[in-house]
């Protein structure tokens, strides 16, 4: 049977995309379901498998192997932050599903904390009991006396946190059980995905690539730099400091807990830097002291190097018409949110691909 839908890119988005397009087709006859494949130039891997082969070690362009990942609700008023507060709201309501029946995943519920030293007025704004990532999530604004030294504004929540590569090959591994096809295979141009068809039939394509092949302007990467230590903890902890830098914990599921982390726009370096390590790490014992208290006791298993595809004025999710017959839908751009939005998203381009079928592509 030929391919009907080509998702180009096997990173969050990609994943999530095709396990919903799976999800919606499942009550089809066989005959009628389209064959789904999914184009990728890298694939999931787990950093047990990098850190005895370096030559496996994914690229610092593949991001969703180098996520924490947690989920931070953004508040604020603009169109796009609205937008994405509905796609991470939906993204909660699936990964508690997830949590709660496949544990094997590798996402877990959990408190989230956030301290902030220079609070703006969105937050400002925010009262406990107010809805702030998604429904029952016992959303309270911590007391003064609750606070850090330093800190003038922060809230507890329910959130949840994930274990990036595994929850990547576990979203893989459904997909395959549900009959998908891979090729691994790198893609000079988009249009290439169109020459694939066995029978000549065009394909939908979805763009999944993360950048768009560098091919849009308002694309830029954010270099991130974690580590990944043995030492476990049970809330995800962001404190934002007044001279624009960060420091959180992010527990990782089966692994101990992410520290990061960096956000370097524009910064192409692909190799960990030693005195960011060293920073972070000094950071981290002078914010969460509750966490690990000396810098001997922590025990690092890896440092983290990965570039947030950053997208001027948010995810591109659009359907484009580049040729006769030749539909594409992109969904890149994430940034720095790609996890927490990856189920809003890809009920979104769902719903388009069904209208797409449904007025013949
Ligand atoms: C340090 C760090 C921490 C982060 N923390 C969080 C977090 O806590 N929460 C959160 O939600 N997000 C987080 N993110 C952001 C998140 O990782 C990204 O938003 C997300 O991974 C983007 O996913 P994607 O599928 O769009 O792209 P990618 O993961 O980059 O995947 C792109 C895919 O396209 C493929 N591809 C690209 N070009 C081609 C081509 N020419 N031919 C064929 N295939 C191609 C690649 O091989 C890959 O499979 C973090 C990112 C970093 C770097």
Redesign the pocket.
């Known amino acids: 049977m030929p391919p009907r839908i080509i998702i180009?890119?096997?990173?969050?988005?990609?994943l999530s995309i095709a396990l919903e397009l799976q999800q919606r087709f499942q009550h089809r006859s066989p005959k009628s379901h389209p064959s789904i494949t999914i184009?990728?130039?890298?694939?999931p891997s787990q950093p047990s498998e990098w850190i005895d082969d370096p030559q496996r070690r994914p690229s610092p362009?593949?991001?969703?192997?180098?996520?924490?990942?947690?989920?931070?609700p953004i508040p604020g008023a603009s169109p796009q932050l609205r937008l994405e507060g509905q796609w991470a709201m939906d993204t909660f309501r699936r990964m508690r599903r997830i949590a709660r029946d496949t544990p094997e995943a590798g996402v877990r519920l959990m408190p989230g904390i956030e301290y902030l030293e220079d609070p703006p007025e969105e937050y400002c704004r925010l009262r406990t009991g107010d809805c702030y990532a998604g429904e029952d999530d016992e959303f309270r604004v911590l007391d003064r006396a609750e606070l850090p030294e330093g800190v003038t504004w922060g809230c507890r929540y329910n959130t949840y946190s994930l274990n990036?590569p595994h929850y990547s090959r576990w979203l893989l591994d459904q997909f395959l059980a549900g009959g998908g096809r891979i090729l691994h295979?790198?893609?000079?141009r988009l249009e290439e995905a169109f020459t694939l068809s066995e029978d000549g039939s065009l394909p939908l394509v979805i763009n999944?690539?993360?950048?768009n092949?560098d091919q849009d302007d308002k694309m830029r990467i954010i270099r991130?730099?974690?580590l990944l230590v043995r030492n476990k903890f049970d809330k995800t902890i962001t404190r934002q400091n007044r001279d624009g830098s960060w420091i959180f914990l992010?527990p990782r599921p089966f692994a101990g807990t992410i520290i990061?982390?960096t956000k370097e726009p524009g910064d192409m370096e692909m190799k960990p830097r030693i005195e960011t390590r060293r920073k972070l790490l000094e950071d981290c014992v002078r914010a969460f002291p509750e966490f690990v208290a000396r810098l001997e006791d922590f025990e690092v298993v890896l440092d983290?190097v990965?570039?947030?595809?950053w997208r001027d004025g948010g995810v591109r999710l659009e359907k484009e018409r580049i040729g006769e017959g030749k539909t594409v839908i992109h969904?890149?751009?994430?940034?720095?949110?790609?996890?927490?939005?990856?189920w809003g998203i890809a009920q979104e381009v769902a719903d388009l691909v069904l209208a797409s079928e449904r007025s013949k592509l």
């Open positions: 180009v890119g096997s990173g969050i988005l990609g184009i990728s130039a890298e694939l362009d593949y991001a969703s192997m180098w996520a924490g990942a947690h989920y931070r990036a295979r790198k893609l000079a999944c690539t993360g950048r092949f991130g730099q974690t992010i990061g982390g983290n990965g570039r947030r595809p969904a890149y751009g994430a940034g720095g949110r790609g996890y927490e939005l990856s």
